[in-house]
């Protein structure tokens, strides 16, 4: 792996207990918010006539964690597929 050891604790506390059948919220009677941030990396191709763009590009999920735990480590990025 080529992760530091602060990205290492980081991501094995977040998705320790993951579970994808489950609601990510620590309420369950409150509606559960999604932000995410999109990072455009490539423009593959524009279908003007359909209205259609293909693009290649990282998809950024927030979680919560509190950065002086892992060494100031503020962000991470996590391919859907390895979720």
Not at 7 to 25: A, D, F, I
Not at 54 to 59: D, I, K, P, Q, V
Not at 65 to 71: D, H, I, L, T
Request: with cysteine.
């Amino acid at each position: 792996s080529c992760q530091g050891p602060h990205e290492k604790r980081l991501l094995n506390h977040l998705l320790s207990t993951y579970n994808t059948l489950e609601r990510p919220v620590a309420n369950e009677s409150e509606p559960l918010e999604v932000k995410f941030g999109l990072t455009l990396q490539q423009i593959i191709d524009v279908d003007e006539k359909n209205q259609i763009l293909t693009t290649n590009a990282w998809l950024n999920l927030a979680s919560s964690f509190e950065s002086v735990q892992f060494g100031g480590f503020k962000l991470w990025q996590i391919i859907l597929n390895d979720l």
